[in-house]
T-cell receptor, first 116, second 117 residues
């Protein structure tokens, strides 16, 4: 079974600075997808960024980018120019690319605090 | 707003009771997923339905059951409730059911907060 590990329970960043959230995963599959979800205090799950395993190029969405290291099974999220609205719980998630594998497997989450 | 709706937002009940959580997927989405978020278990996949049929099962207790109706809305039934069932229950929807091909992004509803006293 696939597992996702987020080793940082909590991180802090100064407003306008850059922070990196770590995620590692374990899988024997070669075809899969990785995601970062943001959960603000409202508890809504918001998709931040996604990466297909077969794409070597790291995904980027505005101030959010990932560092995808397939061999190391690592998928970190970098947030540049941090804003107060970035404060939230961040979840790393894995989804198999197999036909019957559409469930999301989540890590334990990292609480991100942004200081003004 | 993801387009996925869940009712009720909050539910407070007693141990031993039975409750039903309701989810309406985004227009056009045929697949519905249920997830449970609790302090001790984190975010866990419970069950997936596609166009009325069960497609995948996760860590769903036997006391829990779900179904998807012809209009594609889904209900999660929780019975013989225990204190440990207190959690935030999310419904998500996607166009397709398979893991293959496109991202097949899952859109999450706002969740139902269940408190068992």
């Amino acid at each position: 079974a696939q597992t996702v590990t987020q080793s940082q329970p909590e991180m802090s960043v100064q407003e306008a600075e850059t922070v990196t959230l770590s995620c590692t995963y374990d899988t024997s599959e070669s075809d899969y997808y990785l995601f970062w979800y943001k959960q603000p205090p409202s508890r809504q799950m918001i998709l931040v960024i996604r990466q297909e395993a077969y794409k070597q190029q790291n995904a980027t969405e505005n101030r959010f980018s990932v560092n995808f290291q397939k061999a190391a099974k690592s998928f970190s999220l970098k947030i540049s120019d941090s804003q107060l609205g970035d404060a939230a719980m961040y979840f790393c998630a894995y989804r198999s690319g197999r036909e019957y594998g559409n469930k999301l497997v989540f890590g334990a989450g990292t609480i991100l605090r942004v200081k003004s | 707003d993801s387009g996925v709706t869940q009712t009720p937002k909050h539910l407070i009940t007693a141990t031993g009771q039975r409750v039903t959580l309701r989810c309406s997927p985004r227009s056009g989405d045929l697949s519905v997923y249920w997830y449970q978020q609790s302090l001790d278990q984190g975010l866990q996949f419970l069950i997936q339905y596609y166009n009325g049929e069960e497609r995948a099962k996760g860590n769903i207790l036997e006391r829990f059951s779900a179904q998807q109706f012809p209009d594609l809305h889904s209900e999660l039934n929780l019975s013989s409730l225990e204190l440990g069932d207190s959690a935030l229950y999310f419904c998500a929807s996607s166009v397709d059911w398979s893991g293959r091909g496109s991202y097949n992004e899952q859109f999450f509803g706002p969740g139902t907060r269940l408190t068992v006293l």
